[in-house]
T-cell receptor, first 113, second 111 residues
């Protein structure tokens, strides 16, 4: 049972344009959501997070939007840069004291120069 | 500042051999600790997590086990490796319900 889903395995975007990565979840107990960036043969790097009490969080070129009713979140990268090319994972956790992070399958972003 | 160390970086082991991967965290106390695996072309699968010494929760029944002998040490083990145990293993830590921070990973190839 995949509780966190990233239905687009890959995405190509021109440099300078907006990249939009999507993520859906099924567990209504999730209340904290995160995005990670991963290069091959390295550990994921934390990018940005959002609590369920918010619907938007912004950090520089990265903005995460949360739609709780649709159980959907998205990561916007504006403007996209070639260095953003990587695999992006969304993750979710429920603040039930267990602090488990459930990850999606990832989306490979390629930013074309 | 907090740092996480995971070793070895790469490992090639024959089928049936034992496994021991070690992870240590510095600069924090009582962290939550995690082992994840990324199989080829797959997402990050949570294998084990621990909220304290000796407290291990298993997420996926399999050929692996985990132990936390010290507050900031997390060990992933197997008595007999299978071909299907090949993958990229990642250790991570978090404190309370904040973001998790990952180590650099171990590429395990079982031959």
């Amino acid at each position: 049972d995949q509780q966190v889903k990233q239905n687009s395995p890959s995405l190509s975007v021109q440099e300078g344009r907006i990249s939009i990565l999507n993520c859906d979840y099924t567990n209504s107990m999730f209340d904290y959501f995160l995005w990670y960036k991963k290069y091959p043969a390295e550990g994921p790097t934390f990018l940005i997070s959002i609590s369920s009490i918010k619907d938007k969080n912004e950090d520089g070129r990265f903005t995460v939007f949360l739609n709780k009713s649709a159980k959907h979140l998205s990561l916007h990268i504006v403007p996209s840069q070639p260095g953003d090319s990587a695999v992006y994972f969304c993750a979710a956790s429920a603040n039930s004291g267990t602090y488990k992070y459930i990850f999606g399958t990832g989306t490979r972003l390629k930013v074309l120069a | 500042s907090q740092t996480i160390h995971q070793w070895p970086a790469t490992l090639v082991q024959p089928v049936g051999s034992p496994l021991s991967l070690e992870c240590t965290v510095e600069g924090t106390s009582n962290p939550n600790l995690y082992w994840y695996r990324q199989a080829a072309g797959r997402g990050l699968q949570l294998l084990f997590y621990s909220v304290g010494i000796g407290q291990i929760s298993s997420e996926v029944p399999q050929n692996l086990s985990a132990s936390r002998p010290q507050d900031r040490q997390f060990i992933l083990s197997s008595k007999k490796l299978l071909l299907s145990d090949s993958g990229f293993y990642l250790c991570a830590w978090s404190w309370m319900n904040t973001e998790a921070f990952f180590g650099q990973g171990t590429r395990l190839t079982v031959v």
